[in-house]
């Protein structure tokens, strides 16, 4: 008669193929979400260097049109609408409280909260370096959370433990199955996690500008420099105005 520990190499082989599909295309989007981040992060870099600065120059222009406009009437003096708003009162926080003020004392839910995480996840209870390696990153955000006194951070850490394939003790006669079961459950998270991100990013100002560069040079024509000529040109009209404008308060 067969024994049941025998059988279950074989039951588990449908979930051991889905979790191969699953870790490769895992692989295959995160190499799409950081080409289309690199991308993304070269073209703002790029857009920051190159128009950005012209940009701040108009508005320092724009700045010196407006004052001298004012200065000659051309234009009325902008509203104070600070004028109706509260003024802050010296010490509202009450006598002898700071905003600088020392961190509260961590409670009794928090410090028993942070031990269980501390207990559950020490590294030195991990079966080999991959799993070391996981325990030591989420002690290190159990230790953040618990610097901060973020108990919901240390729940989230905690719940995020409990589902994780680590977390299953290795005498459980289906240990392995288990383990399978949630990281398939981790990885279809994660997936769902890239594609809100990508599609975020894709819908983001930046995305949409390089959508429209790439589309002009499939047209044979410089969107990005031509972006860079009409800001100087504006530029050069603001330089003059503000020039006449100077010009007509000297005379």
Not at 33 to 53: A, D, F, I, P, T
Not at 169 to 176: M, S
Not at 181 to 210: M, T
Request: a negative charge; hydrophobic letters at 40%.
């Amino acid at each position: 008669m067969t024994s049941p520990s025998a059988l279950q190499p074989l039951a588990l082989e449908p979930d051991r193929v889905r979790l191969a599909e699953l870790e490769r295309d895992l692989a295959a989007r995160e190499r799409d979400l950081m080409l289309l981040k690199r991308e993304l992060h070269e073209l703002q870099s790029r857009y920051l260097s190159k128009v950005g600065v012209l940009y701040s120059q108009l508005s320092e222009l724009e700045a010196a049109i407006a004052e001298a406009e004012i200065a000659q009437g051309l234009r009325p003096p902008p509203l104070d609408e600070d004028n109706d708003a509260e003024p802050e009162t010296p010490g509202a926080q009450g006598p002898g409280v700071s905003p600088c003020a020392s961190r509260a004392a961590p409670s009794a839910d928090l410090k028993r909260m942070f031990r269980g995480i501390a207990k559950a996840v020490h590294p030195d209870l991990a079966n080999g370096d991959p799993a070391r390696a996981r325990r030591h990153s989420l002690m290190a955000e159990a230790n953040r959370a618990y610097a901060e006194r973020d108990e919901d951070r240390l729940r989230l850490i905690l719940s995020t433990w409990e589902r994780s394939p680590d977390s299953v003790p290795d005498d459980d006669p289906d240990a392995e199955r288990e383990r399978v079961s949630r990281r398939i459950a981790q990885l279809d998270e994660r997936l769902l996690a890239i594609d809100v991100e990508l599609k975020d990013l894709r819908l983001s100002a930046i995305a949409r500008l390089k959508q429209r560069i790439d589309e002009a040079t499939r047209q044979g024509w410089d969107l990005f420099g031509e972006m860079i000529l009409q800001m100087r040109r504006e530029i050069s009209r603001a330089t003059a105005r503000l020039a006449s404008l100077r010009a007509g308060t000297k005379n």
